[in-house]
């Protein structure tokens, strides 16, 4: 062992399945353990306040042997209290806003990080939002928060970004009277005068007095990633539209803002030709256009068609406009949803992932006017709710697409033609015979109980029912379909190891 090198040895703790495993691999010797640390600590999971706390206690000695700077990923989705033996105040009274921002600006490597819902009660500190949202972060480019539906969070988050702006506005004008001076006494260059504000910064994040004056600063660097997944309290006006506009200049390529009152007023600040990664499902207050308004002399919001229009780089697109079955109003006007599908889709040669669940006016027409070229690269296509289409067009779009390999039909009505009467059949027949590549195909799970009498006996022995949660599948017998596709937009390639991120992906 002493003559590994230290590659091969991070090779081998790659390959350790469990954490467990690791640490006693690292319990061989000194040298193993040296190296052992770092893939210990390169992703961070905690499930309990219990844990949380053990963790902190021995923070100082973490920092103070440099294992901090191994965390890569810190998840607190999974955080919750159930099963600890606490109760709520316990747990809060043991694990503070402050002390979880020390943890946060203690990974100074972090990359990835991500926050349930259970943990909002932090965010009424300012300090933890100072914590998440700063610039000495220089290599994060993934936060991940889901679930955040408090108004008192809302209002905290909100007070902050308002916080933030007036700080910046008021200090403008020191700073460049503090530039100038220096020019004209000292002679200094800019590096030294960068160089001295990070030192500066690092000392006020030690100082509870300075601490407001972190707010002026800017984003994270690298940030590229962002996830406000169920994030339906946040307020459109006083947290989304502050927050982006401060975010405007940096390059996000996936975003999540599914379930969010986010309006149009959003999508100024950013830059749409960057984007690979969008889900706007269930966002009711984005709409197609905005109506000209003579009187407004502020300028008018960009509509989501010219938006989706400059697109031109997404991968996965998701305007799902349903949730939980619940049709919450309409992102497209029929002129405008004829327009994109006729004029603009034709130019998203990259997408593979299309849902254009529960838009009404989704007819005939418009399903046979998409560009060939596009329907033959998809990979994931999903009509679900729709309710306009019939059975013949969805069966001529689907000859079409000869890469596809998951469709979701839930709740299409030309599907069901009586109570007890269903084109299930038929179109598991078609799939076996025309779509070779079409592996799952997602149905109602809720009114489908007995869904596996509708698989014909001759397609018996190639497809099977599956339910997961309020989800049922059609799938062929060599396919797990509960984790083929994520209803979050994943801001990473992989499948998520938290139990509630999956509940939120796959549920």
Request: net charge positive; glycine share 4%; aromatic share 8%.
């Amino acid at each position: 062992m002493d003559h590994l090198s230290p590659e091969l040895i991070d090779r081998i703790t790659i390959h350790c399945s469990t954490n467990q495993d690791r640490a006693r691999l690292g319990s061989c010797n000194r040298r193993l353990y040296h190296h052992t640390r770092r893939q210990l600590f390169r992703s961070l999971t905690m499930t309990n306040p219990r844990q949380c706390v053990t963790f902190l206690a021995h923070m100082d000695a973490f920092l103070e042997r440099g294992y901090m700077a191994y965390v890569r990923q810190l998840d607190l989705s999974s955080y919750t209290i159930r099963g600890s033996g606490w109760t709520e105040a316990q747990a809060r009274e043991k694990l503070t806003a402050k002390q979880v921002a020390r943890w946060i600006m203690g990974c100074s490597l972090l990359q990835q990080l991500v926050i349930g819902d259970e943990l909002m009660y932090i965010f009424m500190d300012p300090a933890l939002m100072r914590a998440v949202f700063s610039p000495l972060h220089r290599h994060l480019k993934v936060i991940d928060l889901a679930g955040f539906c408090d108004q008192k969070v809302t209002q905290a988050m909100a007070d902050l970004l308002l916080e933030r702006r007036a700080i910046t506005k008021k200090d403008d004008g020191e700073i460049s009277e503090n530039d100038a001076m220096s020019d004209e006494n000292d002679g200094n260059d800019v590096n030294g005068g960068h160089d001295q504000q990070d030192d500066m910064m690092a000392m006020m994040l030690q100082t509870s007095e300075h601490t407001e004056m972190v707010a002026q600063q800017a984003m994270p660097p690298q940030l590229t990633q962002l996830s406000f997944h169920m994030c339906m309290a946040l307020s459109p006006t006083r947290f989304f539209q502050p927050l982006f506009q401060q975010l405007q200049h940096h390059t996000l390529t996936r975003l999540d803002l599914a379930y969010t009152p986010v309006t149009n007023q959003v999508l100024q600040y950013l830059h749409p030709e960057q984007l690979t990664h969008l889900n706007l499902q269930g966002c009711r207050s984005l709409h197609c256009h905005h109506h000209n308004n003579h009187h407004e002399k502020k300028p008018q919001a960009r509509g989501l068609a010219a938006f989706l229009a400059d697109c031109t780089n997404l991968v996965e697109l998701n305007l799902n406009i349903h949730f939980n079955g619940t049709a919450m109003g309409h992102q497209f006007c029929r002129a405008c949803l004829q327009k994109w599908v006729k004029r603009d889709m034709r130019h998203l040669t990259r997408l593979r992932v299309l849902d254009l669940g529960g838009h009404a006016h989704l007819d005939d027409a418009l399903l046979n006017a998409m560009p060939t070229h596009i329907l033959q690269q998809l990979r994931y296509f999903s009509l679900a709710y729709v309710p306009a289409i019939t059975y013949d067009a969805l069966v001529n779009t689907l000859q079409k697409m000869k890469q596809l390999e998951y469709l979701n039909v839930t709740r299409v009505r030309a599907l069901q033609l009586t109570p007890k009467i269903t084109r299930i059949p038929a179109l598991l027949q078609h799939c076996s015979e025309k779509q070779p590549r079409l592996v799952v195909i997602e149905a109602d799970g809720q009114q489908q109980q007995k869904a596996t009498l509708a698989i014909p006996r001759a397609q018996a022995s190639l497809w099977s029912y599956h339910q997961h949660g309020r989800r049922g599948y059609y799938a062929r017998d060599h396919v797990d379909p509960r984790f083929k596709y994520s209803q979050k937009l994943l801001l990473l390639d992989q499948q998520p190891e938290s139990p509630m991120m999956k509940y939120w992906s796959f549920y």
